[in-house]
């Protein structure tokens, strides 16, 4: 399973705006907590979901997630 070796609690502190869970299926998802996007944020590229089939895919979208709101 993808999250053989992840810890969840531990992406959960690291991403704090973010609810963060793993599927049974083994996808890693994120939605922002307490905000909801604008068209015009998204057509920035912000996310309000991300999802990956692996930790470190799903960690690299959440890292260029919080690189995109700085840069806002």
């Known amino acids: 399973m993808a999250t053989a070796g992840y810890d969840l609690d531990a992406l959960r502190t690291r991403f704090p705006a973010w609810s963060v869970f ?6 890693f998802y994120a939605t922002r907590r307490g905000v909801h996007l604008r068209n ?4 920035k ?9 692996d930790a ?17």
């Not at 793993?22 to 996808?27: L, M, R, Y």
């Not at 959440?62 to 840069?71: A, F, G, S, T, Y």
């Open 40 to 43: 015009v944020d998204i057509d």
């Open 45 to 53: 590229g912000l996310r309000q979901t991300v999802c990956a089939g």
């Open 22 to 27: 793993c599927s049974d299926a083994g996808v």
């Open 56 to 72: 470190e895919t799903f960690v690299s979208l959440l890292e260029d997630q919080v690189r995109m709101v700085v840069r806002s």
